[in-house]
């Protein structure tokens, strides 16, 4: 007998030999009918494959994401069958699961492949997946896994099978296909029951331009009807609230080949926009503590020569601007932390005077390829929200706490309720590869993890992940389409302050270095207004909208009327514009909503005589008449929620 623990602390006890099905079925049937892989002792399994010693297992469904990506991945091994039933000789290449949904690298030879065969494969791919083949796993000698994809044929997996250790190998099957594969895979194809293929793009085999572009075929599959209709679904309303569609639509932000690619240029709207966010983030940041500061947008190549900048990126960066006559090298600031070192150095520090924390709007610009360019999100020039806080090892728990404190603040004034951090720590395993001292790393990351703790922030640990200079956090938001975002960061950097030197007298009269953190709650202006957008499908929050209100004149008997209104508002600090052109009470209306201005107030006869505006709300309709200073008090309440 083995006792299997499960996770919830109990303990079960099954004979030697019992399957993570068969586990399910001891619990219930509707389990088992569901469970689609098992995590044994911290592995992803074959639900199917037998177990042997004592071990924590946890059963997976399509609520988990590791039972998802074997589902997908699963998915692919069908695909696969599919093109192999109806394009025989065709070769393959790797076929792992995506964040959402699996592809296959194929090789056709000459064979022409377009969307257009996209339903035939699906139909097909539906038609083997309702005979319910299972994937059996079948560990195979190196030799004889060679001797296979010799005589298929298959150069691909053939590259594959070198890489691969004898006595590590297996095979599965599922009907009448074979393929080389750690796994796990689904019991069966038959939980498969909607397939839809997505896309289809060129892929060099292994990522190296030298070698041969094979067709990637991207698809997704579900277990349910329903759920693909809902993910289609969302996917058209992710279409339609699409930064660089909305950005346009509500002149915010235009791109110019002329100005170069991924240069992004703020129109007045986008603007105002972005200059609130500013002003709404400065001040509370002065709230908190931290003093404004500027510095230029270019810097001598010396100071990234100090920072290792230099040496680490130099080449993959935009490349030096040489001053005419005196042979100097200046780079465009990839960062703003260098700038901030030499500002923390302008004077003698003492342990009474942290943490310092200075604070810019810092525009930075990094070279990326122009196939990598994306909107607001993929950019070559953009504006952090940066910050560089210089403190004790002591003070840095305290930090953070701050820092979490903004961070949530931020989210919860623009809507964002669905959050979660990474903290990254160092690889356990392999300490020799970070800088810093064991016991300043200990401190930040017992800091880090306690700091998340009392300020209840949902958190994952990974191990690892940290940068080679310090231990980090990361905040990720779920937007209203469940789309997974990965917006600001807190990072301690134990580098900088050893590259620069930096040090502060403590009360030992002895030098000391300060420990820095960069931190950015929005990460970047660009990449959060593009998040925003899409989250609020540009309906933004009244107080960071460009516009507030829009007057709508009947005719242009009201127009004076109409002015007086704008100014009185404009008084009290509210924002908006007057519609004057010669159009239909209709149109007007119409366009207002397209431009989603959140109030539109209309204007005729008998507004006039009574000193009163009628009120539409953006989405919402008809709020009725009322006086100016009712109006007023309405947009100022909302406001200030
Ligand atoms: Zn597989
Ligand atoms: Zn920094």
């Not at 083949?133 to 298929?152: C, G, H, L, N, P």
């Not at 404190?405 to 809507?415: A, E």
């Not at 940290?466 to 937007?479: Q, R, S, T």
Request: hydrophobic share 35%; aromatic share 12%; proline share 4%.
């Amino acid at each position: 007998m083995i006792n299997i623990t499960l996770p919830d602390g109990s303990v079960r006890s099954y004979e030697s030999g019992v399957t993570a099905h068969q586990i399910a079925l001891s619990i219930s049937e509707g389990l088992a009918r569901n469970v689609l892989a098992a995590e044994v002792n911290g592995e992803i399994w074959d639900s199917s494959r037998v177990i042997t010693q004592d071990a924590h297992v946890r059963l997976l469904t399509w609520n988990d994401s590791e039972g998802k990506s074997t589902f997908w991945h699963s998915s692919a091994h069908l695909m696969a069958e599919a093109l192999e039933a109806l394009y025989p000789g065709t070769k393959f290449g790797i076929g792992p699961a995506i964040e959402t949904g699996f592809y296959y690298d194929v090789d056709f030879g000459d064979r022409e492949f377009s969307s257009d065969d996209f339903k035939a494969i699906e139909e097909k791919m539906l038609a083997l997946a309702k005979t319910k083949e299972s994937f059996t796993r079948k560990a195979v000698s190196k030799a004889d896994a060679i001797a296979y994809f010799q005589e298929k044929g298959d150069e691909y997996k053939l590259d594959l099978l070198e890489g691969l250790e004898d006595g590590n190998i297996s095979f599965y099957t599922q009907g009448n296909f074979t393929d080389l594969c750690r796994g796990p895979h689904i019991p069966n194809t038959g939980f498969i029951k909607a397939i839809k293929l997505m896309n289809v793009a060129g892929a060099y085999w292994r990522g190296d331009e030298t070698k041969k572009q094979l067709t990637r075929i991207y698809g997704v599959t579900f277990p349910k009807a329903s759920e693909l209709t809902e993910y289609l679904q969302m996917i058209e309303e992710a279409k339609k609230r699409d930064h660089r569609k909305l950005g346009k639509e509500l002149e915010l932000f235009t791109f110019s080949e002329k100005v170069g690619m991924g240069l992004p240029m703020w129109l007045p709207k986008g603007t105002a926009l972005r200059e609130r966010l500013v002003q709404f983030l400065t001040k509370a940041q002065v709230k908190s503590g931290y003093e404004q500061v500027i510095t230029p947008h270019i810097g001598h190549k010396n100071l990234y020569v100090t920072s290792g900048h230099y040496e680490k990126y130099g080449k993959d960066s935009f490349q030096p601007i040489k001053t005419p006559q005196e042979g100097e090298e200046f780079f465009l600031k990839p960062m703003n932390c260098p700038h901030h070192c030499e500002l923390y150095k302008f004077k003698p520090r003492s342990y009474k005077d942290l943490p310092v924390r200075f604070a810019e709007f810092g525009t930075v610009y990094r070279y990326e390829q122009s196939g990598e360019l994306h909107g607001l999100t993929r950019v070559r020039g953009f504006t952090q929200d940066d910050a560089h806080l210089f403190c004790t090892p002591e003070q840095v728990k305290e930090e953070f706490k701050k820092v979490i404190d903004l961070v949530l603040y931020v989210f919860k004034s623009l809507g964002f309720d669905n959050y979660i951090a990474q903290v990254s720590l160092r690889d356990p395993d392999n300490k020799a590869k970070y800088i810093g001292s064991d016991e300043n790393w200990k401190l930040a990351e017992q800091s880090i993890i306690e700091a998340a703790a009392e300020k209840n922030l949902p958190t994952v640990v990974e191990y690892g992940e940290a940068a080679f200079y310090g231990p980090k956090l990361d905040f990720m938001v779920k937007d209203a389409l469940g789309r997974k975002w990965q917006l600001g960061t807190i990072q301690v950097d134990y580098n900088l302050p050893e590259r620069f030197e930096l040090e502060y007298t403590g009360s030992d009269n002895q030098k000391h270095r300060p420990v820095m953190i960069h931190r950015a709650p929005f990460g970047s202006l660009e990449r959060f207004v593009a998040v925003l957008i899409e989250h609020c499908a540009g309906n933004f929050p009244l107080w960071l909208s460009p516009e507030q209100f829009i007057i709508l004149p009947i005719s242009e008997k009201y127009e004076e009327y109409a002015k007086k209104v704008s100014n009185e508002l404009n008084n009290s600090d509210i924002r908006g514009l007057i519609d004057f052109r010669d159009e239909k009470i209709g149109r007007k209306i119409r366009d207002a909503e397209v431009k989603k201005l959140p109030y539109m107030l209309i204007i005729g006869e008998k507004e006039a005589e009574e000193g009163k505006v009628s009120v539409r709300k953006h989405g919402q309709g008809d709020l009725g008449s009322m006086t100016i200073a009712e109006f007023s008090a309405l947009i100022i309440k909302e406001i200030t929620v």
